[in-house]
């Protein structure tokens, strides 16, 4: 399998998760030590894992919801052997997000390290 192909599996593994609200599948997308950002919200919001998976599970979940995927992986650029960036889209409820993430391939496997992301209002 190429490095490409298993960083598309992380990536999907990151939509199921954050579709299903399914802190067990994004625990095996994020590294335990990454970060969760954006300046959408003032103050900037930042968590760790630790403060973020509570407050996922804590979420009706889209799939329960019935609601449309709209996953898109825009890009994937590797800077190296061991660091890649994942351009992403998806949606939950009315929200947009455009997620920066960055990978980190530790102990040889590919995890999100950082999560920056854009959020907009859909109409509908």
């Not at 593994?13 to 994004?26: K, V």
Request: aromatic letters at 12%.
């Amino acid at each position: 399998m190429t490095e490409f192909a298993i960083l598309t599996g992380v990536l999907e593994t990151y939509f199921d998760g954050l579709y299903h609200a399914d802190i067990e599948r994004l625990g095996h997308a994020f590294h335990p030590k990454a970060i969760y950002a954006t300046a959408d919200e003032v103050p900037l919001l930042y968590r760790t894992m630790d403060e973020y998976f509570p407050l996922v599970a804590k979420r009706v979940s889209p799939a329960s919801r019935d609601e449309p995927r709209r996953d898109v992986i825009e890009s994937i650029e590797f800077a190296g052997e061991n660091t890649a960036f994942a351009r992403v889209r998806c949606s939950i409820g009315t929200k947009d997000f455009i997620d920066f993430l960055t990978l980190v391939r530790t102990d040889g496997e590919w995890r999100i390290m950082a999560k920056i992301f854009q959020i907009t209002e859909r109409e509908s």
